[in-house]
């Protein structure tokens, strides 16, 4: 019985992990979107960085950026490697602009940042969805607008919030401009989505 108890209360064996790491990872990446949601400056994105959040939200764009018919060669659409790409090519691009400008941030800590705050694009694009659902018109595209516009610059405002202080002051506007061309080009993709 004692051996029993011994064997339970072991930590190194593999076949009784707890859920805590997991429920501590999530709780922190849900912090993260609420940090995102409600932008101020602060620097728990760039000192509890991660890459979950960033890597679900690319996800969850490329999937809703995808066309109706994967199998279709005519529908001309952006397929889910395309999408995945363009998020992370350009992440990458801004993290290594704002590095060679002489920013004190990381790599990852940049990336994270830049990751997480897809999260309004990623919302506008599942009520994109939604309103296409609708009959289309011009109606049907001025909401879409409003709405992409609405959140490309929530995005923006919420990264810079995030990515000014690591920049050296007379540089910051060459750092932000690639925040602003990444997003407005991913802000386009769901524009001109169409089912």
């Not at 709780?27 to 509890?48: C, E």
């Not at 950026?65 to 992370?88: C, H, M, N, T």
């Not at 879409?144 to 920049?167: E, H, I, K």
Request: with cysteine; net charge positive; glycine share 6%.
């Amino acid at each position: 019985m004692a051996k029993m108890a011994e064997a339970e209360a072991s930590p190194g064996d593999p076949g009784t992990a707890s859920p805590r790491p997991l429920m501590r990872d999530l709780k922190a990446v849900g912090k993260k979107f609420m940090h995102v949601l409600y932008p101020r400056r602060s620097n728990t994105l760039l000192r509890d960085w991660d890459l979950w959040g960033p890597l679900i939200l690319c996800v969850a764009l490329a999937l809703m950026l995808q066309r109706g018919s994967a199998d279709s060669e005519k529908d001309g659409g952006p397929q889910f490697a395309e999408v995945f790409v363009i998020v992370w090519f350009g992440a990458v691009t801004i993290t290594l602009n704002s590095k060679l400008l002489g920013g004190n941030i990381s790599f990852f800590q940049s990336l994270c940042v830049l990751g997480y705050c897809i999260l309004p694009l990623t919302v506008a694009m599942l009520i994109c969805r939604l309103v296409l659902l609708a009959q289309p018109g011009p109606i049907n595209f001025m909401v879409r607008l409003f709405v992409v516009t609405m959140m490309f610059a929530w995005s923006v405002v919420a990264a810079t919030a995030f990515l000014a202080d690591s920049q050296p002051p007379n540089r910051r506007v060459l750092a932000i401009y690639p925040v602003f061309l990444f997003y407005f080009v991913i802000s386009w993709m769901i524009l001109t989505f169409t089912p």
